[in-house]
C-alpha cells in the first residue's frame, strides 16, 4: 500500500485566493482526519470523517475552512479566501476499523501540504 | 473534552543516555496511548503504544510506562542515539474511538 496520499506537498498562495488541499487514504480504513501543525498550536484536530460521514468538525476555525468526503478514497480541504494565519503544514491521516485489533493501531500520516499564503 | 500535556518541550541529551517525556491526559475514560515520532520536515509516524489493560510495554529502546492512578504515561528512551533526535508526541483517546488528542510535543536533541 502506497499509504496516505496528500497533494499538493507544497502550496504557495496569495491572500485571498482559494486552496484546495487533497488526501488519499489508506484503502480500507474507514476514518479520516485533517489536521493543522503550526510551531505555536502543535498538531490540531480540523474534522474527522468516520464512513465518509463527517463526525467531528468542531476543530474548523472558521467558515472559510470546509472538507468533504465524496467516497472512501478521496477528501478534500478547501480554505476560502485564504489568509497569512492560515500558513502551516496540514496533515491528513487515516485509521482502521475501531473494531480490528491490529497492532499499532493509530492513525498513518501523510506526508503535509506546506501551505504559505502570502 | 481529553487535554493532554506533555514535558518537557524541549530535552538535551549525550548519545547513549537515556531520555524520558512525560504526558498527562484528563480524561480518565481514555484507555488507548499512542507515540509518534516527526522528523525534521517528515510526517509524525507511530513508534509504540499501550492500552490501559497493562502497565508497560517494550520495543527495544523504546518504552512507554502508564499509570491509569494519576492518569499520567511516559516514554523511555535508552542508550540514546543522534537519528533518535526528532519531535515525540504523546497522544490518547478511548478504545472504540478515532479521535486522538495529541500533546504539543517535545524536542529531542541527542548530540554525539
Known amino acids: 500500500d502506497a499509504g496516505v496520499i496528500q497533494s499538493p506537498r507544497h502550496e504557495v498562495t496569495e491572500m485571498g485566493q482559494e486552496v484546495t488541499l487533497r488526501c488519499k487514504p489508506i484503502?480500507?480504513?474507514?476514518?479520516l482526519f485533517w489536521y493543522r501543525q503550526t510551531m505555536m498550536r502543535g498538531l490540531e484536530l480540523l474534522i474527522y470523517?468516520?464512513?465518509?460521514?463527517?463526525?467531528?468538525d468542531s476543530g474548523m476555525p472558521e467558515d472559510r475552512f470546509s472538507a468533504k468526503m465524496p467516497n472512501a478514497s478521496f477528501s478534500t480541504l478547501k480554505i476560502q479566501p485564504s489568509e497569512p494565519r492560515d500558513s502551516a503544514v496540514y496533515f491528513c491521516?487515516?485509521?482502521?476499523?475501531?473494531?480490528?485489533?491490529?497492532?499499532?493501531?493509530?492513525?498513518?500520516f501523510g506526508s503535509g501540504t506546506r501551505l504559505t499564503v502570502v | 473534552g481529553e487535554n493532554v500535556e506533555q514535558h518537557p518541550s524541549t530535552l538535551s541529551v549525550q548519545e547513549g543516555d537515556s531520555a524520558v517525556i512525560k504526558c498527562t491526559y484528563s480524561?480518565?475514560?481514555?484507555?488507548?496511548f499512542p507515540w509518534y515520532k516527526q522528523e525534521l520536515g517528515k510526517r509524525p509516524q507511530l513508534i509504540i503504544d499501550?492500552?490501559?489493560?497493562?502497565g508497560e510495554k517494550k520495543d527495544q529502546r523504546i518504552a512507554v510506562t502508564l499509570n491509569k492512578t494519576a492518569k499520567h504515561f511516559s516514554l523511555h528512551i535508552t542508550e540514546t542515539q543522534p537519528e533518535d533526535s526528532a519531535v515525540y508526541f504523546c497522544?490518547?483517546?478511548?478504545?472504540?474511538?478515532?479521535?486522538?488528542?495529541f500533546g504539543k510535543g517535545t524536542m529531542l536533541l541527542v548530540s554525539p
Open positions: 497522544a490518547a483517546s478511548m478504545w472504540g474511538y478515532s479521535t486522538l488528542t
Open positions: 484503502s480500507g480504513h474507514n476514518s
Open positions: 499501550i492500552r490501559s489493560n497493562v
Open positions: 470523517f468516520n464512513n465518509n460521514v463527517p463526525i467531528d
Open positions: 491521516a487515516s485509521s482502521s476499523p475501531m473494531y480490528v485489533e491490529t497492532v499499532g493501531y493509530g492513525y498513518t
Open positions: 480524561d480518565s475514560a481514555s484507555n488507548y
